[in-house]
């Protein structure tokens, strides 16, 4: 499973991208769990609710069961236009 | 259409190309935005757009389609670019052409406000002593 | 800024020219009006579009001085051409600069209204056989 | 007092402008009795209401007083934009 992370979520990671292929999380849920682990710094975040997830390029709820294949992005509130 | 590129466009060129392929269009409402030179009380010396692209094409896709359909619009446009963007520069054109002018203003606003709110794109606004991400207000939902 | 005249225009040079005065402008809602194939279910050849130019400048005026005033706005510009206008053709441009873009859609909006409406131009409408001069309805008022 | 006509009016005046100089109308009611009796394809138009009227360039009511100076315009609705 592909993890990318965008805007000031980089600055936590520090990293555009990883790869989580063993005992891939299967839910959002799980994968934030594992990601505050790794990175505790976006625990805070997680918890105010004001990040994005999508999921194949789509926005999607914490339930959607992720695939192995599946691409899932992490980002804060976009400001375009 | 969807365009979302570094460099920038010419209104002129861009919007007749679009407009030469009807001529049953009446009415375009287009929006244009550019880098201010002052933000959150501060003066901008420039912006780093950042982009999840193959989102952003995704999410402007599903958007331009619903606006065509609930509008009846004849065609659309909108270009976002990313990258370094200095004062003063465009930063998003979108047109609706229609035509009557009431449906094409009302869907160049849907439009606008449904990228404002959904669309993968990430403003770092860089002052002469720090920089700040954006995050656009979204109020009106 | 209005300007009344007999030839194109072209979109990117005459937004630039006023956009560059001001480096506060994030928003501009232009709409731009062209003469269409079909009206009244007949195939236009051209227009025939003649002005009353004293009052439609003094009329236009008075629409921009009072949307300015009313929504803040930073700069406008109208133009509107007359003469014989071919389909496919540009008829007028309205731009509306501001900071942000509520504003600035609001704005057009209501130029539009009150330039159809008030200003004294008249569109003759020329088809294969015959021509009409058209009346904008006023549903709107 | 120079009265103007526009767009079909035109065609019922055969002309695009002319001079009232003797006796002068003194409001639009006036003008347009005086109108109607040059051009009888006016009255329908007059009786119907539909034509809009301008003193010195500015829409007005039928009430106000005209000047020797004044520049009347008659005119049917709009098509601009």
Redesign the interface.
Known sequence: MRIRYFAWIKDITNKEDEIIDINHPKTIQELKKYLEHLYPGLKKHFLQDVLRFAVNQEYVSENLNLKPIDEVAIFPPVSGG | MIKIQKKNF????E?EKI??KH????????????????NNNKDVKYLN????E???F??LSKIENNTIKKWGLIDTLII?RYGKLI??EK??LVCCFS?H??N??EA??FI?DY??????????EFYYKDNE????S?Y?F
């Open positions: 010419n209104l002129e060129e919007i407009k030469n001529s049953d269009i009446g009415a375009l409402t287009s929006f244009v935005g550019y880098v201010r030179d002052l757009l950042e982009v999840y193959e989102m952003a995704k999410e976002h004062v003063n930063i998003v035509q002018r009431k094409s203003f160049c606003e606008m990228l404002k709110k959904d669309a993968p794109f990430w403003k770092n991400w954006l995050e656009n979204s009106r």
